[in-house]
């Protein structure tokens, strides 16, 4: 190696060393993890001084929590309370109108029985003072409904003999059903010439007798209205007739 070489090298013109002491890792980890606690603890220290300058709290956060479930409970229980109250309302708005329709339905039944009572104190009234003889015999009160069971139908009927002629009145009765079926109008005969017990349509009687019963029509038949004939017992001529419509 030249001499010029060493004299810079290890001369006065040679670069400075320095001579620092070497430390061991662990504590260089353990100076890290101080630094680290130390930023954080800053960082938790600011944000709780922001939040309390903020107004912020964690007891009166907390407080306010419990507040709102204790509200949150109370309201629910209110709820299913008005629930309660408002099925049992409801229950007995039912009731309320179901007894003011059965209540509707009582008065429309007296109505109707009033009206008959009347009808029948004429009738008895009229028996007491006699018709006059065009009136011997005669058909009132007949009726036509629907029954219950579809494709059925119920009729009724008072038959009347003014006193004068109060002789007992034998004789039979005959219905005369009148339907559309298919557009096309057709006719039933009661009693059919096939029923087994035809009693039912048979007369006796003096003053007066009810009669009523029941007939049934084809599927998709319509009845537009029912007769009756009345003929007396060995006749083959109608004595009175009389014609009515579904009511």
Do not use: C
């Not at 101080?34 to 800053?42: E, H, K, N, R, Y």
């Not at 709290?57 to 629910?76: I, T, V, Y």
């Not at 009229?126 to 006059?132: D, F, I, K, N």
């Not at 029954?147 to 003014?162: H, K, N």
């Amino acid at each position: 190696m030249p001499l010029k070489d060493l004299r810079r090298r290890f001369g006065i013109a040679a670069p400075r060393v320095t001579v620092r002491p070497q430390v061991p890792w662990y504590w260089r980890s353990l100076s890290i993890v101080l630094l680290v606690s130390v930023f954080g603890f800053i960082a938790w220290w600011l944000f709780e001084t922001g939040r309390q300058v903020a107004g912020f709290s964690a007891a009166e956060a907390a407080g306010e929590l419990q507040r709102l479930r204790e509200l949150s409970g109370r309201l629910a229980r209110e709820n299913e309370e008005l629930r309660a109250r408002t099925a049992r309302a409801e229950g007995e708005l039912h009731m309320e109108r179901a007894a003011q329709e059965d209540l509707a339905r009582q008065i429309k039944a007296l109505i109707q029985e009033n009206a008959q009572l009347k009808e029948d104190l004429a009738f008895f009234e009229s028996l007491t003072s006699g018709v006059g003889p065009e009136a011997r015999l005669a058909v009132r009160r007949f009726t036509l409904e629907r029954d219950i069971v579809p494709g059925e139908f119920r009729y009724s009927l008072l038959l009347v003999q003014a006193p004068g002629h109060a002789k007992q009145f034998r004789g039979r009765l005959q219905f005369v059903v009148r339907i559309r079926q298919n557009g096309r109008e057709e006719v039933i005969i009661l009693p059919g010439p096939d029923a087994q017990d035809s009693s039912a349509f048979h007369l006796s009687f003096k003053l007066f007798q009810r009669v009523e019963g029941r007939f049934k029509v084809p599927p998709g038949a319509t009845v537009e209205s029912l007769q009756v004939q009345v003929f007396r017992e060995g006749r083959s001529d109608a004595l009175v007739t009389e014609t009515t419509k579904l009511s």
